[in-house]
Nanobody, 115 residues
């Protein structure tokens, strides 16, 4: 079994920064893809950023130039550095990890950006 735990959320003023972390543990040989999603109240969950084992990344248009995803395979951890935060970035942020053919989700971490 694989456990995924996010951390680093909180309350920040517009223009500020936060760094989210997501650590996977358990029966892991390698993690193919690690990604961050978010879900705002009343909205569908959306992809924020994704990074493959090879280091390829892609981002939602709304966060390009402001957010950076990175991974540390030695620690089975993925990070999301969020700069120039906007009130519309307010959401619960979830991490998912593709291990083999299985996807594992964390419980989410709340990010609130005040105007």
């Amino acid at each position: 079994q694989v456990r995924v735990v996010e951390s680093g959320g909180g309350l920040v003023q517009a223009g500020g920064s936060l760094r989210l972390s997501c650590a996977a543990s358990g029966n892991i040989f390698s993690i193919n893809v690690m990604a961050w999603y978010r879900q705002a109240p009343g909205k569908q969950r959306e992809l924020v950023a994704r990074v493959t084992r090879g280091g390829s990344t892609n981002y939602a248009d709304s966060v390009k130039g402001r957010f950076t995803i990175s991974r540390d395979d030695a620690r089975n951890t993925v990070y999301l550095q969020m700069n120039s935060l906007k009130p519309e970035d307010t959401a619960v942020y979830y991490c998912d990890c593709l291990v083999g053919w299985n996807v594992y989700w964390g419980q989410g971490t709340q990010v609130t950006v005040s105007s």
